[in-house]
Each structure stands twice: as C-alpha cells, then as structure tokens.
C-alpha cells in the first residue's frame, strides 16, 4: 500500500518534469523535493532519503543532464537507477547444506508478521526444487498455531511434525530433527513462537533453540506494513539471535 501511493506520487512529480521542454537546476531541485516527500510520506529512513536525493541530485544537475534534448526524461532515469540501487541489486539464496545432511531454518518474528504462512511457502519452494523438507511446529502458545501449520503444510502437501503444547520449543525441535533423520527429511523448517512486542521469553526461547540446535540459516520474517518499526525489530533480532535473511511480507 505505501508503495502503491508511493508510485501514484512520483508518477505525478514525473509527468511535472516530463511536460517541460528544458529544464534549470532550480526544476530539478524542486523536483526532486518532491520525490524526497514522497518518500519520507512512505515512511523510507530519513537517513536513507537524504543520502539518496544527494546521489540523485549530484548526477541530476550535470551539464549533460541539463543540456540533452530529454532532460526530464533523464532525470527519471536517474531516479528509477538509484532506486533500484537502493533496493538491492544482488540476491542472495538460502543457504542450504547437501542433500545427505540436514539443513535447519530457524524462521523468527512477531506474532502476525507471517512466520507461519512463509514457512509453509518456503517449504513448498523447497520441495518444488528437489529437497524433502519437514515443518516444525515450534509455536506452543496457540494451539491454532499448530493446526495453523499442519493446514498450511497439507496446501504445500508437505509432512509436519508436531507435538502439541506441552513441550519446550527446544525439545520439539531436537525431535523434529531425529524424525527427519529417520524419515530422510534434509530440510528441517522451525516455525516459532512470536510476541506482540519484542520480549526477552521470546529472545531467550530462540536463543535456546539456536545454542542446542546446528542451526544452518535463522530467518526474520517482517511485516512491510509496520514501516520503519520493522527496522528496529530487525535490529533487535540481529543483536540478540543473529540473523541470516529477512523475509518481507505483506508488500
Ligand atoms: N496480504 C498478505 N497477508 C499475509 C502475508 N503473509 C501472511 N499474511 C497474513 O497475515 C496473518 C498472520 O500470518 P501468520 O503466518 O499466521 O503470522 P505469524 O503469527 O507470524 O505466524 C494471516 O492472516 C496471514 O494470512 C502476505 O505476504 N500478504
Ligand atoms: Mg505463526
């Protein structure tokens, strides 16, 4: 949704820029203070958006910007460059150990951010690709949350193990893995518990889990909606667990 109106502005500021046959330094900068709104308005970082307008305006205002026969054109180029810069140009895969050894995918996040749905999801990717993967219910607080999974893993027609509410998170996850040594599951996937709030029984639960487990990959799962707040969850889980990838949901 934020990036949704996001597009609507700057498609706005663009055709501002598009309709002019020439343009100053001073249409530029104007411009791109609109842009720079726009983002802040889409609840991007400050930090973030006022190194990216200096980037931007820095190759903006050249001379052969201004003085092509497009000069609108261009700096929409620009903008659209340093944007995807700015998302990210590389991607990076899960990493996963050979088939004859037992990845584990510790998935962590707040309760709602879509722990449950994407650990199904990635379990399914993983089984479309070759791997036999197994869902863990580690989530003993809600008993929905177990059911949650198994309906989820059924969709992906992928086997979850489960041992209700009584146990330790750790001890489900200990198990999980001698059952997928048994049943030659080399993707084992731990779907864990989430807090309103980041909290220290949440921490410490995790923190059990990943200092008696051989954890392979840790994943934060975050909700795009909760803007710059979902920042601050990532830092914690990094301090706090370490965490190898983010999962964005919600987009
Ligand atoms: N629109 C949308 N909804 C999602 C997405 N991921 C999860 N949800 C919904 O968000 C709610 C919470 O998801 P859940 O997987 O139970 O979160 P958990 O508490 O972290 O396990 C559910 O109603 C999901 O259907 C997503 O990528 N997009
Ligand atoms: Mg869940």
């Not at 509410?165 to 059952?179: G, L, S």
Request: net charge neutral.
């Amino acid at each position: 949704m934020a990036f949704e109106s996001l597009s609507d502005k700057l498609q706005n500021i663009f055709k501002g820029l598009r309709g002019k046959g020439r343009l100053t330094e001073d249409d530029v900068k104007a411009a791109l203070k609109e842009v720079k709104m726009a983002l802040l308005e889409a609840d991007v970082s400050f930090k973030v958006v006022k190194q990216f307008i200096k980037t931007v305006t820095e190759r903006a205002i050249g001379q052969d910007v201004l003085n092509s026969l497009t000069p609108g054109q261009m700096v929409i180029k620009i903008v659209n460059e340093e944007l995807t810069n700015l998302m990210g140009s590389e991607t990076t895969k899960l990493k996963l150990l050979p088939d004859n050894e037992i990845t584990v995918i510790m998935m962590m996040g707040l309760q709602g951010a879509g722990k449950t749905t994407t650990t199904a999801k990635i379990a399914g990717k993983l089984k479309g690709s070759g791997k036999k993967p197994l869902l863990v219910a580690c989530d003993v607080y809600r008993p929905a949350a177990v059911e949650q999974l198994q309906i989820n893993g059924d969709k992906q027609g992928v086997p979850v193990f489960a041992m209700g509410t009584n146990h330790k998170p750790v001890d489900i996850a200990k198990a999980a893995i001698e059952h997928a040594k048994k049943n030659n599951n080399n993707v084992v996937v731990l779907d864990t518990a989430g807090r309103l709030h980041v909290d220290e029984d949440m921490m410490n639960e995790l923190i059990e889990i990943r200092d008696n487990i051989d954890i392979t990959q840790t994943v934060l799962v975050v909700d795009a909606m909760t803007g710059q707040d979902a920042v601050n969850v990532a830092t914690q889980f990094n301090e706090k667990i370490g965490i190898d990838g983010i999962i964005i949901t919600k987009l």
